[in-house]
C-alpha cells in the first residue's frame, strides 16, 4: 500500500510545530509522508529539521487523491471556514496523534485532529473534528470536545466536561468536572471554569468571569 501525503494548512510558528509532531506521530511513514505545507501568506520556512516547502496558497490548491490534510491554524471559525473549503474540493482529512500521548480505547475520535506530546484522552471521551489539543493536556473521562475547538498547552479538562463547537482554551485553563463552554467563547490563559460559560463570551480569571 503506497503512503499517503500529509500536506499542513498554514505554515507560520504553530505549523512548524504540527510538522515535527507529525514526523513523531503514529501513522508516519507507515500510513502517510510530509509532502509540504500550504499558506496564502509570502512564507518561506527556513528552519533546521524542515525539509520540505510550502507548496503554494490554500485557496489555489486542488487537492490530489493520494492527499490527506491536517490543519495548523489555531483560531478555531477560521480553521473550520478553511478546512470546510477543502473538503467542498475533495480533500480528506487525517489524524495526527504523538506517539507519547494516551487515547483510551473508548474515546470516540473524528478526523483533522492534532494531539501534541503528552496529552491524554481518557475513557468515553468524544474529540469531534478539527480539534487541536497541545502538549500536557488532559481531556477527562465522558467529556465533549466540540468541532473546531482549540486546546491549549497544561490544560486540565476534567470529568462530564462539555465544549460545543470553536472553544478556545489559553495555556494552563482548566475546568472542573460537569462544567460546560458554549460555542466559540475564549477561555483565558491560567482561568478555571466552574459553571457555565455562555456561547461568544470570553472569560477570564479563578473563577472565570465575563471579560467582554
Same mark, same amino acid.
Given at each position: 500500500?503506497?503512503?499517503?501525503?500529509?500536506?499542513?494548512?498554514?505554515?507560520?510558528?504553530?505549523?512548524?510545530?504540527?510538522?515535527?509532531?507529525?514526523?513523531?506521530?503514529?501513522?508516519?511513514?507507515?500510513?502517510? =509522508?510530509?509532502?509540504?505545507?500550504?499558506?496564502?501568506?509570502?512564507?518561506?520556512?527556513?528552519? =533546521?529539521?524542515?525539509?520540505?516547502?510550502?507548496?503554494?496558497?490554500?485557496?489555489?490548491?486542488?487537492?490530489?487523491?493520494?492527499?490527506?490534510?491536517? !490543519?495548523?491554524?489555531?483560531?478555531?471559525?477560521?480553521?473550520?471556514?478553511?478546512?470546510?473549503?477543502?473538503?467542498?474540493?475533495?480533500?480528506?482529512?487525517?489524524?495526527?496523534?504523538?506517539?507519547?500521548?494516551?487515547?483510551?480505547?473508548?474515546?470516540? !475520535?473524528?478526523?483533522?485532529?492534532?494531539?501534541?506530546?503528552?496529552?491524554?484522552?481518557?475513557?468515553?471521551?468524544?474529540?469531534?473534528?478539527?480539534?487541536?489539543?497541545?502538549?500536557?493536556?488532559?481531556?477527562?473521562?465522558?467529556?465533549?470536545?466540540?468541532?473546531?475547538?482549540?486546546?491549549?498547552?497544561?490544560?486540565?479538562?476534567?470529568?462530564?466536561?462539555?465544549?460545543?463547537?470553536?472553544?478556545?482554551?489559553?495555556?494552563?485553563?482548566? !475546568?472542573?468536572?460537569?462544567?460546560?463552554?458554549?460555542?466559540?467563547?475564549?477561555?483565558?490563559?491560567?482561568?478555571?471554569?466552574?459553571?457555565?460559560?455562555?456561547?461568544?463570551?470570553?472569560?477570564?480569571?479563578?473563577?472565570?468571569?465575563?471579560?467582554?
Amino acid at each position: 500500500m503506497s503512503l499517503k501525503n500529509l500536506i499542513i494548512v498554514g505554515a507560520g510558528g504553530f505549523g512548524r510545530e504540527v510538522y515535527q509532531w507529525a514526523k513523531q506521530s503514529f501513522g508516519y511513514e507507515t500510513e502517510f =509522508k510530509l509532502k509540504g505545507f500550504l499558506d496564502d501568506g509570502k512564507i518561506e520556512i527556513n528552519e =533546521k529539521g524542515i525539509e520540505h516547502p510550502v507548496l503554494g496558497k490554500i485557496s489555489d490548491y486542488q487537492p490530489k487523491d493520494d492527499d490527506v490534510f491536517i !490543519m495548523a491554524i489555531a483560531i478555531p471559525k477560521l480553521k473550520l471556514e478553511i478546512s470546510q473549503s477543502l473538503i467542498k474540493k475533495g480533500a480528506k482529512f487525517t489524524n495526527v496523534i504523538h506517539k507519547t500521548s494516551i487515547v483510551l480505547p473508548s474515546a470516540k !475520535m473524528g478526523v483533522g485532529i492534532v494531539i501534541c506530546p503528552f496529552s491524554i484522552v481518557s475513557s468515553l471521551s468524544e474529540v469531534q473534528d478539527h480539534v487541536f489539543i497541545n502538549t500536557n493536556t488532559t481531556i477527562g473521562h465522558d467529556a465533549f470536545i466540540g468541532l473546531g475547538s482549540t486546546i491549549s498547552g497544561h490544560c486540565d479538562i476534567t470529568g462530564n466536561c462539555h465544549l460545543e463547537e470553536g472553544v478556545f482554551l489559553g495555556s494552563h485553563a482548566c !475546568m472542573v468536572p460537569k462544567s460546560h463552554i458554549g460555542s466559540y467563547a475564549v477561555v483565558g490563559a491560567g482561568s478555571c471554569v466552574v459553571k457555565k460559560v455562555a456561547a461568544g463570551q470570553t472569560v477570564i480569571g479563578v473563577p472565570a468571569k465575563k471579560l467582554f
